[in-house]
């Protein structure tokens, strides 16, 4: 009788958790409920998904630390998710109930962090080792064959994600106007797919760093197999020791990493490599206010990332006086391509298991999912950025020529694509 | 023979004091004189003017504060330019020898006008009456028939600054993506060209805040003229006051007098007219790095003034989470947009001093001369920031329908100019 009351109180207490928990996420039209036992559900519609907690242990963690521990226990197992895990993130994401970093957990998550993940020349190879040096295999399992890892541009909505990053690759080189002869000093360079466009479509020469080694030794193959070796330089090295005098300077997909303290210091590199009559583009996820990235994501997927406000971005800019040209937010392409990112991947979701296991596949879907969500919500922003030297002389007179398809380009599409 | 040795001795200062001069701002390639004494000219190429000071007190005050002392002593004719006054000034501009508030003089004046001309809503009143209120006869002899007094958009460098500021005009709707039927709010309207051509060519329906009431009262008669009274509110109030719900803000030319210390203030009414799901667009000088207006400008052209660098301005959005959608730097098109004006200028100076006097002619000539040197040689930066709401569901897929003319607006086009 005793153990019986204890019992229906335990559960009554579960779940006034449960409820609290749908609460302090903004009440998404979810049913969240114990594995065999108590249940809420805060919402009257439509229900997107269902989400079943293994154990009081994880119910207990959710509460303590809900930004972190939510994605462990949904890779360990402990957590599962049925029905459209996307749409569910996305409910969460639009609330903006979550709020990073209150509590004492919490904070202390962050602040172990901050710590741990810091952005120096070593801390920085460590960090990005983690994330791009684990399989060129994995990768080519769900990319573009280009291998492009950054927010394709969508000339219409239903283009392929292949087409997409040809034209983002595109979209790139033509706001950056590049000239047959020019130098181009790239930081960032993923497996090379950007630079070797820029060398093979307008005949520049490029010299293209990044600290992954997998990718480097990819991207060096790719040059000779290309015969691109005498225009593409792929440097193993750090953005910190880019020397050298150039006429564009073009980072993708890098900005993320280098951490928000560094900011000044890249402006110095920019500026030493193209001065004051150069020019070049920032392409980089970025936010409306200045806001820390999810210490989930932070610990197993990005450590030592951090995606700026535009704001803090002009670190790099003001004491050098170069002068922002155009911004572009793209984010409902990234969005876009993240849904093509996550199908590719679920249709190869046994071939990653058996690469690596079930709670890796669990991992990278939930960032994923999560990813798409944001990027849809608007909790995360997608932004170019072209910027000029104080004394640059090549400003375009408007935007138009970047919508204007000329012949040759089209013939170089064919040429690229057949 | 002591008195000649005194005079010598003199001329020697005077040159020497003429040599300091040039250098300080930054050796432009102009030959400087005392009237009738020693000269100095610190370049060996072509020379594009001559600058003659009248006397010793005039020099004096040049060495002690040039910001306000050259404009002030070239408008009462202490100084005199002959040869190519723009080319002369652009000199100076690219030098960026000119430090505004160094020294002892320029720091009291600069603390002088920061006192003087408060942007409250009873100083910014003052303020924007110095300016537009003067007659708008005046501004109609060399303004475009149209009477728009901001940055015009040149389809190509030889359109007229008719066709322009009508282009501007369209360019500005076509970003914020009008939608006939929907209420937009203008903040700082000028004579109410925009106002008009939205509601016009897009059919939405328009309150439109000024406190020049010359203008106001100028626009309230075109409104009225072309039987648009229902369809555009034309309102003399400050842009504090404006409240209501709109679907877009537009504001072109006003952020300029808003001051820096308001911008806060500023964003807080774009969201409550606007909140989460509205849209937007600014249309502001800028800078790269933030940095005073001119005291001379500030004082006998623009009090209370302040071009504001692009990160000073997130201040306006970031505590609302409005997204940045676009940002379109547009300093050419300024420094086209002034050369016109400065031609027509020119052209009716005669009439323009018999309005008001010489001086007044000098002091507007030194205003627009100075105005093209700065937007070439990009000492300043035009910006048109599209900004939206957390939750704006009108987004752009991509800018390519701001470049494609459809039928219709051609259409317009000839309507409008017929």
Redesign the interface.
Known sequence: MEFQRLTRMFASLERSVLRRILESAGNPPVRIAMAGGPEACSHSGELVAEIVISDWRTLAKLVLNPDINFGEAYADGRITISGDMVAFLEAIA?S?AVRVGSGLYPWLAERWLNLTQVNSRRGSRHNIHHHYDISNEFYQLWLDPQLVYTCA?????TSSLEDAQYAKLDHVCRKVRLQPGERVVEAGCGWGALALHMARQYGVKVKAFNISHEQIAYARWRAHHEGLENRVEFIEDDYRNIHGSFDVFVSVGMVEHVGRSNYRKLGKVIHRTIGDTGRGLLHFIGR???WPLSPWIRKHIFPGGYTP???EV?EM???W?????????L??HYARTLEHWLDRFENSADEVSRMFDAKFVRTWRLYLAGSVAAFRS?NM?L?QVVFAG??CQS?P????Y???ATREQDQQWTHATS
Do not use: H, K
């Open positions: 639009r903006r541009y969508f000339p219409t909505r409306n206010r200045p406000a535009l704001r002009m800019f003001e004491p006086n170069f002068a922002v040209v155009d911004v572009e937010n984010r409902l608007g922003q932004f104080s004394q400003l007179w408007t935007r138009a970047l919508y204007q």
